[in-house]
C-alpha cells in the first residue's frame, strides 16, 4: 500500500509540472521530501514523544502528525481554549491504526431565539500510518487521517503527513489537509488533476449526523500545514506548529484567531499522564490533560496467587495418599473436590475407568482456563495412586462439558520444570471436544450463592447534563437445583445520584423501545435488574443451547432461546437466538407496559486472531425493524477487550434521528488487570452517542458464545503460559 501511494504522489507531482492547479510544483512533493532541508545521511531513533493534539489523536498542537503511539494504548484527552473543549477517548487498534471518539463542547456555537447558545457535538476520527521512518535515507513517516467522518461534520478533514527526525531530539512534520486543514492558506486541490470531481467539496448535511460522507473525502481546496517538535528534556516537550485551520465556524464568536501560529509546551508529570500549555493563533491561551494507560502494561504485576501445589511423583507416596483416603471417611472425590477447592476450582464430576480419571471442573477464580487446568493436573497427581497414568480434564460450564483435555501424568512429571515445559505440555496434550453428558458428583446440587456490592450506573452525552450517574447497593442470589438449570436474580436500591434529573422527552417516530430510557431512572424505590430461570443444555457434539424466561433486563421481560454451533477447533461459529420481548413498567418491578415484539438473529462469529473477534448479528430489532448488526473487538490475553459496533436497519436516516443509525464503542476491563490477583470478574461498559430506537437489541445474559469460547482449543493455547502458574 505504502508503495502505491508514493507513486501516486509522485505522479501528481510530475503533472504539477505540465498542468496549473493554482500551487507551486512542490505541493505533493513536499509532504515526503519536506523534511530534507537538512542534509542528514542517518539520523537516530527518534526521542521525540508523540504526543495526542486538541482533538485527540497523534498530532502537533491543532495539527496532526504521521507517527503513532504504542499499540493498544488508550487515552483520554481533555483540550480547552476559546470557550471549546474537547474530550476524546483514542484506541491504539493496531500498531499503525488508532481511532477516535470525541464529545466537544462549544460555547456560543449555535444561535436559539437569536442568541448563542452551547453546541454539544460528537465525532470520530481515523488515522493511519502507512509508511514508516527510514533512519539512513531521506524516508519519513507518512499517515493518512479522517477527522469527524461519522457526526456532524462540524470538524470534518483529511490530511495526509510525513514526520521525519532531524537529530534524535528534533522532529518535523508536514502535511496536506482538506475540508477544515483547508481553509487557510487554501489552494486549488492537486488531486483535480487525476479527476475534477476533487475540485468540489460537496456541502454536508449537519442536521441529524452518524452518516459517512464519503464524497466529502479529500475534496474542495487544500493547504499547507506543518510544525517542528523539540524534546528539551525527557519530561518537557516543545511545539510549535503552522495551522491551515482558519476556524471559519467557530470566529463568529469564540475565536479571535490573528496568527496561524500555535506554540506550545507539554509537561510529563508522571509516565503517560501529561499536562500541555499552549498559546493559540495569537490571541488564545489553551490548556490540555492527557492520561493514558495501556493493557498490556498492568500497574500491579500478576502471580500475586498463591504458590501451586508442587507435582507428586506416581511412587509409593502417591499409592499411601491414595490408601489413606480409602480408608478414611472421606471418599477419593471428597478429597480430590476438597484439594481443587483450595486452589479455586469446583469440581463437577469424578470417575475412574482403568488407568485413567476424568476431572470434571468450573473455573471459578482464574482469568485463564489453563491456568485451571495446569492447577487440576498438579492436584490429581499428588492424590491419585500410581496407577493412574492419564489425567481427563473436562471444563464444564452452566453444567454443559465443553473441552476434554488428556494430559499424561508422566508429562506432567517430566516438564514441571523444564524451561519450555508450558509449550512442550501443550504439544503433548490431546484437546477435544467433549461428548456425552456430565456426571455430578453426590452433594454437587443444590447449590446456592448471594452477594451484595455497591454498583455505579453512569449515563453519558445528555446535552443538559453531559455526566450523570447513580451509585446504590445491588443483592445478588443464583441458586442451581440441578445440572445446567440456574435461578438467578438482581435487586438494586439507589443511595444518591442524579439520574432522575434528565427531563428530556423521546421524539422518535419509532416505538419507544429504548429512547425512554430515562423514565426508567425515576423510581427510588428498590428495582429488580432481573429475575430469570435459565437451562443450559448440549444437544450435540458442537451444538450448545440455552432457553431463558422471566424478567431478562430492567426494561423488558419474556422468553429467550438460543442454539450455537462452535466446532472445538475451528475459529468459525454460528448462532439462532429467537426471542418475545415485553416491555417492564417503569418501577422495574413486577408489572408490563402495552409493547411486546418478537425478535431473534442469526450471528455469525470469526476469531481471526491476533486477539481480533468479528461478528455479524442479521435479524429483527425491538422496534420491529430488520437489519444486521457488526462489531469488532480486539482481546488481550490479560482479559483486556475493546471494540466497536455499527447497526444498520430499514429505518431511514430520517426516522432514526438524530445519529442516523446505532453505534457505540464497547470496553470490558478485568479485575485481576487492576489487583494482580486472580479474578474472573470485570467491568464491562458500553459507550452509546445516543440512544434511540432504531437498531435497539434485547440485552439477555449468559449468551453461549462467551461462554463456550473460552473453554476450547484456541483460546486454552493462547493461555497455556499460565498452564505451570
Known sequence: MSEFVVDVINTMADRDAMNSCGCP????????????????????????????????????????????????ELALTTSSFAGQTRNTLTFQ????????FRYSILEKDVLTGGVPATNYDRSFSLHYRFMDENPNSLRPTVAIGLNDFLGTGIYSSEYIV????????????AGLGW??????????????????????????NTGLGGKVESGQFFRGDAALFG?????????????LEYSSDAYPRESRFAVDRESQLNLGASYKIRPNVDLSLRYMYGSEFGVQLTAALNPKSPPNAGGREPAPPPVLPATSAAAATWAEALASRDSPQNRVSDALAGQGIRLHGFTRQDTTVRAEIENETYLHEAQAIGRSARVLSRLMPADIETFDIVLVTSGMPVSKIRIRRQDMEQLEHEFDGSWKSFARAQIATSVGGTTPIPGRYPRFDWSLKPYLSPSLFDPDDPIRADFGAELAARFEPTTGLVFSGGLRQKILGNLDESTRKSDSVLPHVRSDFNLYDKEDGPTITHLTAAYYFKPGRDVYGRVTTGYLERMYGGLSTELLWKPNDSP???????????????NQLFGFRDYDVFTGHVSGYWDMGNGFHTQLDVGRYLAGDWGATVSVDREFKNGWR??????????????????????GIRLTIPISWLTGE????????????????????????????????????????????????
Do not use: H
Open 179 to 204: 475540508g477544515r486543514l483547508g481553509t487557510s492558506g487554501g489552494f486549488k486541490n492537486p488531486l483535480s488533476v487525476i479527476n475534477d470531481r476533487f475540485e468540489i467539496r460537496p456541502a454536508r
Open 227 to 239: 510544525g517542528i517538535e523539540w524534546q528539551a528534556t525527557e519530561r518537557l516537550k516543545f511545539t
Open 162 to 173: 510525513a514526520t521525519k527526525t532531524i537529530v534524535p531530539r528534533l522532529r518535523f512534520s
Open 93 to 100: 487498534i493496531t500498531p499503525r491504526l488508532s481511532g477516535s
Open 25 to 72: 510544483l512542490f505541493t505533493i512533493r513536499l509532504l515526503i521530501c519536506a523534511c530534507t532541508m537538512a542534509p542528514i545521511s542517518a539520523v537516530a531513533d527518534s526521542k521525540v514523544a508523540t504526543s495526542y493534539n486538541s482533538y485527540g489523536y497523534p498530532g502537533l498542537i491543532d495539527m496532526p502528525v504521521a507517527t503513532s503511539r504504542p499499540d493498544g
Open 642 to 663: 475493546i471494540g466497536a459496533f455499527a447497526t444498520l436497519t430499514d429505518v431511514p436516516f430520517s426516522e432514526f434521528g438524530e445519529g442516523s443509525f446505532d453505534k
Open 572 to 586: 468459525f461459529a454460528v448462532g439462532v437466538e429467537a426471542n418475545y420481548a415485553k416491555q417492564r413498567d417503569f
Open 678 to 725: 486472580p479474578n474472573k470478574t470485570g467491568y464491562s461498559t458500553t459507550i452509546r452517542p445516543l440512544s434511540r430506537d432504531g437498531g435497539a437489541r434485547l440485552n439477555v445474559g449468559g449468551r453461549l458464545y462467551d461462554r463456550v469460547r473460552p473453554l476450547q482449543k484456541k483460546s486454552l493455547q493462547e493461555g497455556w503460559g499460565k498452564f505451570w502458574r
